[in-house]
Structure formats: C-alpha cells, structure tokens
C-alpha cells in the first residue's frame, strides 16, 4: 500500500519524480566515480616545522621523532590510506634536543592536467608549499622540499671529511670515539674513523683584563677523520638533506656519543 501511495504521488508531481531521479541519478554517479577511480600517486619529501617555508617555528624534539615511524598512515572517512610514511630521517640541531626531521610519503592525490599541479586534501602540492596530515596517533605540518611522480632515488656518495678545533679541552678528544656513528633513520650516515691531539696553549686574561705568562691555558688542537655519506646536488656535498659541506664550514654532526661543537672543516676527499 505504501509503494503505491508513493507511486500515486510522484504520478500527481511529474516534477518531484524528476527531481527524484536527477538526485538518484547523482548519487549513483558520486559513488561510481569514488569507487572505480583510479587513484594517481605522488612521492612527497617533507620537512617537518610550521608549515611554511618563511616562518622560523620551533624544531619537532625528541617526543615527536620517536613518534613517528615508517608505515605510519592516515586514512580518509572511509578507512582508505590516502598518506603512508615510508621513511623518517633526522638530525640533531647542534647541541640542542630539538631534529631537522624529513618524512618521505607517498600521497593519493589529484592532478590538474590544466595547471600541472597535484592536490592533497583539498591543498595545493608544490615545492615550498604547507602541508597538514592527521596520523592515527599524531598530527603534524611541514613544508614540501621535494615532489615526484615517482619513488625517490636515495644516492649517496661516502666521503672522507677531516674536521679540526683548536683551543679545545682534554675531554673533548676522550670523549671522541673511533667507530662512533650516527644513524638518520634510515641509514648510518656518520662514522668516526680516527682522530689525534696536539697539545697548544691559549692565552686568557686575568681579572683585570691582562694577559700574562701566568694566564696560559693548556688546550689541545684536535683533528678527526669521519666517512660520511651525502648527496651530489649540484656538484655540491650536501649532508642532511640541505646542509652543505665545504671546507672551513662548521657542520652539524652529531654522533651517538658526541657533539662536534665548533669544529670546522678541513678537507673533503
């Protein structure tokens, strides 16, 4: 009896049975295409902070690299992984407990043919511009520093760094360690292969500002030879990413046991 009082209506308003079926006829489709739509993927590498590129915000610290790991994913409404992590690379920021921390993802997303540009969650994806994704255990933005079609290529080339300091303390050449390394997450990246001392002098001033034979400080004049992996880019060694390598440069190494703290750079061989 319902069914045909439905009928009888839609027979006495031709324009609701119209409108009915233009509705049904755009749900149906809606569906279609989200069903069997061919999903285009795009190889993000994002560098986690603020979002945008200008803004000199606070580095992620320990908590958040610790919490993010490769496979870690996010999901749209309906339970499909639209973002995946597929490898976290960090290094520590001098002496500080904060990370440059890099997430390479593999993205589902949209592309214009028109604009040649591909979007993620409503966003436009291009290098330099800020990017928001919602994991199931953390939320995080960043900036893309490099996009692809493709599966990046991670050539590395190892090269021998000698690093010196001058005016430097006895404990500092104890507490560097032959076959100390460090590794990024993904691959190791820094190995201390040898080191040696010589001992120098440093004059300091007294408590009136002079210096004498009486305020000599005993220091030490430290090299250290390191293999370290970096990429090509440009006929330039860049190490971590974007930090580049030249000599008389101060680097940001920092090993599993070591800080090298104002060292600078000799040579590169």
Known sequence: MRMKHIASLLKKNPLVFLF???????VVLAA???????????????????GLWWVAGAKPNTWMVSAIRPGTAEVDLMGKEIAKVMWVRYYPWY????????????LVASYNKKTRQYTYNRSTLSVGSPVDFNFSDIQVSGTVVELSSRPFEEKMTE??????????????????????TFFDGKDTVLRVIDKSAMDTAELTNDMYGNATVNTVEAKKYLIVKMKVKVKIINNLYVYGEESILI???SPN?????????????????
Not at 20 to 26: G, Q, Y
Not at 164 to 173: L, P, Q, T
Not at 253 to 269: D, G, K, L
């Open 247 to 249: 000599p008389g440069k």
């Open 253 to 269: 190494f920092t090993t599993s046991r070591f800080s090298f703290n104002e060292f600078a750079i000799e040579s590169i061989e």
């Open 159 to 180: 090269k021998t760094i000698v690093l010196v300091k001058k005016g430097s303390y006895a404990w500092e050449y104890e507490g560097i360690q032959i076959g100390d």
């Open 20 to 26: 009915a079926c233009a509705l049904l006829a755009v």
């Open 95 to 106: 002496t500080s407990n904060q990370y440059d921390v890099y997430l390479t993802l593999k």
């Open 32 to 50: 279609g295409r989200t069903l069997f739509k061919k999903d285009t993927y795009v190889y993000a590498r994002v560098k986690l902070g603020q």
